[in-house]
């Protein structure tokens, strides 16, 4: 088994911005535009046809630390949520009584914003989703380590998105980039064992890895934007 | 860090084609289809069930009732192995129970399906519900042995499971991915796939004992588009590669293809057997001509019927193939397996590809 370093992770959680846990607005002015990833990637072809999901992850891995090309053949992509696309099955389920959308059912899948990330960055190492009521995030990132662990890929970006219905709670996401310490890459050995049970526990997600870094005070990189209708503050961390 | 590569030692299956394994075997030995129109006409693979609308949770105890049949399979006792901490569970699946959206009170997100699975089952260890679209159910085995080769379970009980629903029918019937009639691998004249519904569970214990082996597991990402594959196969083929290089090499003797009968999956499959293996790669098989495209299930029901076949030592026929040109030799009749091994496939949307080998018992 190889050592494997936490290199970097970043916090995309608006939640700063609009009050209290549960507000039911995404939006300092009450709308609820989801971010536009031509801010992050504006090359990107057709954004509108993205989900909500995919916003959000693709928001977040703009803000990763440029990946070599010759690690992205070999980097998986490890992503947990709690609802999967539920906002996206609802979508299409609403149109089948009348035209079903071809466009809405092919991003019916809890995969979609991985293979999005995966797409838009060129990753082509392992695609997994884990859905589950608790802790899909840590769950995520232990597959992750363990692929890179096992030498199956040479990097990882795992992590987690919340992106539930509007009316439940403000979306947030966090990634988590994994490499081999074989490759000299920076950052902090990591070590995983974690494992759920698959039962509610609130308690576990996968925000503290990011929150904890920042109390602590150490590799922090903070960096808040302001573009069109979108607000929300982002923490990148790095050593 | 566990040395002894992880074995399949008890499976259980419930698809179109039977409610055991012993049947669906049978069935696929002789060419049987279990596909067959609904009450709608949609020609789909419906599994032999109780009716959903039960009392309880109908759903979850199908496959609760699965699960305990694989771990009889093993001799072990159902409800101990569930209790013990060090059992773990993968479940796969892409929608879970997506009938949730249409029905009042119940759960309408992925998210509480594990607990469901887990509740009507006992299952107490550690657990998860992995999704990689229709690769599901073989990136759930590659979970099971990264858990035992971590070290982290010492057994763990694989569950892949989709049912049908209108809203998956629907789905794939606007994407112009569904065939008119029954769905045909690899041939010249295929138009698309039929859906089906499975459940299949498989026991796979670390440590030395018999049962077919996984050798080696591989994964990778087209990372090119949603729906279409990358038509040169390459991300399937880097798959198969790295699984290959994991089992250190060796001859296969036979291919479980991915077989949708859509254009495009089987003309990329064909790409990337050639681009692993040359001009001539191993005989293929596909069984979605007779259980229909079992989506998050059918990783974990291939695995299972590849395993069937290496105790056989006997390669099934390809229902619904009849002629093909795309420079495969697929298997239309029963033949002897010539090899040990076996390479089961599957390719999702997204772009995701999973490759297993799976060794007979030496």
């Known amino acids: ?239 | 860090m566990v040395d002894e590569v992880p074995r399949i030692s008890g499976m259980a299956a419930c698809c179109a084609l039977g409610g055991d394994v012993r049947s669906v075997w049978r069935n696929l030995l002789e060419g049987a289809s279990g596909l067959a129109p609904d009450r709608t006409g949609t020609v789909v693979g419906a599994m032999p069930h109780d009716p959903w609308d039960a009392d309880g949770d109908p759903w979850a105890a199908c496959i609760a009732g699965v699960a305990r049949r694989a771990i009889e399979d093993s001799g072990a006792d159902p409800a101990r192995a569930l209790a013990d901490p060090t059992t773990g569970l993968v479940v796969a699946t892409t929608k879970g129970d997506i009938e949730g959206l249409r029905l009042p009170g119940r759960p309408v997100s992925l998210g509480p399906f594990l607990r469901r699975v887990r509740t009507a089952m006992d299952h107490r260890g550690p657990a998860e519900l992995v999704s990689a679209a229709c690769a599901s159910g073989a990136a759930a085995i590659v979970r099971a042995d990264r858990l035992i080769r971590g070290g982290v379970c010492r057994r763990v009980l694989v569950v892949g499971a989709d049912r049908l629903d209108p809203f998956l029918v629907e789905g794939f019937r606007c994407l112009g991915a569904m065939a008119a009639g029954p769905c045909r691998p690899y041939d010249d004249e295929r138009e698309g796939l039929s859906l089906g519904e499975a459940v299949a569970a498989l026991w796979i214990e670390g440590g030395p004992g018999p049962g077919v082996r996984l050798a080696g597991a591989g994964q990778a990402q087209d990372a090119v588009g949603m729906v279409r594959p990358d038509p040169s196969g390459g991300g399937l083929a880097r798959a198969i590669r790295q699984a290959r290089t994991e089992a250190r090499g060796g001859p296969v003797g036979a291919i479980c293809g991915h077989g949708t009968a859509t254009e495009a999956n089987d003309a990329m499959e064909a790409e990337a057997f050639r681009s692993a293996f040359g001009d001539s790669p191993p005989p293929v098989f596909g069984i979605k001509g007779a259980t229909g495209h079992t989506l998050g299930a059918c990783g974990t029901l291939e695995a299972l019927v590849s395993a069937m076949a290496l105790e056989a030592g006997l390669v099934p026929p390809t229902a619904g193939h009849r002629a093909g040109s795309l420079g495969l030799d697929i298997c239309r009749f029963p033949r002897p397996l010539s090899e040990g091994r076996i390479l089961s496939v599957n390719s999702g949307f997204g772009g995701l590809n999973v490759a297993l080998i799976l060794e007979a018992s030496r």
């Open chain 1, 1 to 239: 088994m190889r050592d494997v370093r936490l290199a970097a992770t970043v916090l995309v959680d608006h939640r700063d911005r609009i009050g209290p846990e549960g507000a039911s607005c995404w939006n300092p002015d009450g709308s609820r535009a989801a971010p536009d990833p031509r801010e992050f990637f504006p090359d990107l072809d057709r954004p509108g046809r993205l989900d909500l999901p995919s916003r959000f992850v693709l928001a977040a891995g703009g803000l990763l630390p440029p990946l070599p090309e010759s690690l992205r053949e070999t980097t998986g992509v490890f992503l947990g949520s709690t609802t999967g696309c539920l906002s996206v099955d609802r979508d299409f389920a609403a149109t089948l009584a009348l035209r079903p959308q071809p466009s809405l059912y092919a991003r019916t899948l809890p995969t979609t914003a991985g293979a999005e990330i995966s797409r838009v960055l060129g990753l082509r190492g392992p695609g997994l989703a884990v859905v589950q009521e608790a802790s899909p995030g840590w769950q995520a990132l232990v597959a992750g380590w363990q692929e890179v662990a096992f030498g199956t890929c040479d990097a990882a970006l795992c992590g987690e998105y919340h992106v539930p219905p509007p009316e439940d709670s403000p979306p947030w996401v966090v990634l988590a980039l994994l490499v081999a310490v074989s490759l000299a890459a920076p950052g902090r050995l990591l070590q995983c064992r974690f494992l759920g049970t698959g039962d509610p526990d609130p308690g576990t997600d996968l925000r503290e890895l990011v929150a904890a870094t920042r109390r602590s005070g150490a590799w922090q990189r903070e960096v808040r934007l302001e573009g069109g209708r979108w607000t929300f503050s982002l923490a990148a961390l790095s050593a």
